[in-house]
């Protein structure tokens, strides 16, 4: 059966990378050409979906449903790559920090689902009761591993210690579940911004410096989940991977449907190299020269290697992968042999990577992933003074 799925397998991720290829102008010719407009004709599709469905919440049509504590929207207005997971952990750090009992809540993209039989029986014998949300950490300890739980709440669940993080597609059921069962006084919503039936009183918004609005069409012939111009819901913009200088396209944005918008600027800074096996840290100034292989499955693999490079690492192979790709043992095999025929002396990944591979002896000893975290460029002198703007008004 594995000889008849794995080419089903490759031949679907081809496809989407094929799609890929198309949204972003990569590819040319006549099915090229009859293929984006299939997309556009279901852009307009999904842009009356989603022009509906925000209208209805809007007109209460719809109604949203608050939970009486501090709920804070983590989100976007675009598919992959803003880099919300650690700003959400730098969130539920510091307002942990602060005193704040903070419980995370996602739907895990890409996580296990639970079997079918067993999502029957639970229904069958507690008709009458929701069925719980899957605890990936319950403030103390990591409950499930980054198959079940999803890369990013598993990423969340192991660095931060003492935060509750928890997956459900129906985020107002985990947080009813983690107010009464954690009696956690603040929510934060990881990916949140598009979820409406759970009231937010903080909505913040990623945007990517690098491609902010993408073509500047809906999916699937672009990357908006939204229209642009849903930018108004926000309450504070975080322009993601700045490098301090102004952006136009994004400038005219906020202009244009949110003027006075607070605008926080922030990047993500490389900190350490991490040994996949050892947990050793490496400064990284350990790449300097160095014959680096890197491999990535995220949204924007550019970034990942354009860091490697920045700081000295000679990358004499690179190989890419779909965001949240789960990897074989056949691509490992043959990634790692490619690897080790170039002779390279580290291999490096990314931390959202590296929680999806094995923990045996398949994997090279001299494996290492990149720590990122936050820094603010403009908009606050430091994270933590950001956090008690937004999140402790009445404290300042």
């Given at each position: ?63 949203d449903r608050p939970l009486g504590c501090l709920v804070v ?324």
């Amino acid at each position: 059966m594995r000889f008849i799925l794995d080419p089903v397998k490759e031949a679907f991720q081809r496809f989407e990378l094929f799609t890929v290829d198309v949204i972003y102008g990569r590819r040319t010719g006549f099915w090229v050409a009859f293929y984006a407009a299939f997309l556009s004709a279901l852009s307009l599709l999904f842009s009356a979906v989603a022009r509906t469905r925000y209208w209805l919440y809007r007109n209460r049509i719809l109604h949203d449903r608050p939970l009486g504590c501090l709920v804070v929207v983590v989100g976007n207005l675009t598919v992959g790559g803003t880099g919300k997971t650690p700003v959400v952990e730098k969130f539920a750090r510091s307002l942990t920090q602060k005193g704040r009992k903070v419980a995370i809540l996602t739907r895990g993209y890409k996580s296990k689902k639970i079997p079918l039989w067993q999502r029957w029986w639970r229904s069958f014998t507690h008709s009458h009761q929701e069925i719980p949300p899957r605890i990936v950490s319950d403030g103390e300890k990591v409950l499930l591993n980054s198959e079940e739980a999803g890369d990013e709440p598993y990423m969340l669940a192991r660095n931060l210690p003492g935060v509750v993080v928890l997956v459900d597609r129906n985020r107002v059921n985990s947080g009813v579940y983690a107010i009464k069962r954690f009696q956690v006084d603040t929510l934060i919503l990881d990916d949140g911004f598009q979820y409406l039936p759970l009231k937010g009183r903080l909505n913040l918004l990623l945007i990517d410096k690098t491609n902010p609005f993408g073509n500047q069409r809906l999916l699937p012939r672009g990357i908006l989940r939204e229209p642009v111009r849903h930018l108004k819901r926000a309450s504070y913009v975080f322009v993601t991977k700045s490098d301090g200088r102004p952006h136009p396209e994004i400038d005219r944005a906020i202009e244009k449907y949110n003027p006075g918008v607070e605008v926080i600027e922030c990047v993500h800074r490389p900190q350490y190299l991490e040994n996949f096996h050892t947990q050793e840290k490496l400064p990284l100034t350990a790449l300097q020269g160095g014959r680096v292989g890197a491999f990535s499955g995220i949204a924007a693999p550019d970034s990942f290697e354009g860091f490697l490079r920045r700081y000295g690492a000679n990358l004499i192979l690179t190989r890419r992968f779909l965001d949240h790709h789960r990897f074989t043992t056949r691509e490992l095999e043959k990634m790692f042999a490619a690897f080790a025929k170039a002779k390279a002396k580290m291999i490096i990944t990314t931390e959202k990577d590296a929680v999806r591979l094995p923990r045996d002896d398949s994997i090279p000893k001299n494996l290492y992933f990149l720590r990122l975290e936050i820094d603010i460029l403009s908009g606050g002198k430091d994270f933590d003074k950001a956090v008690d703007r937004i999140c402790f008004p009445g404290r300042l």
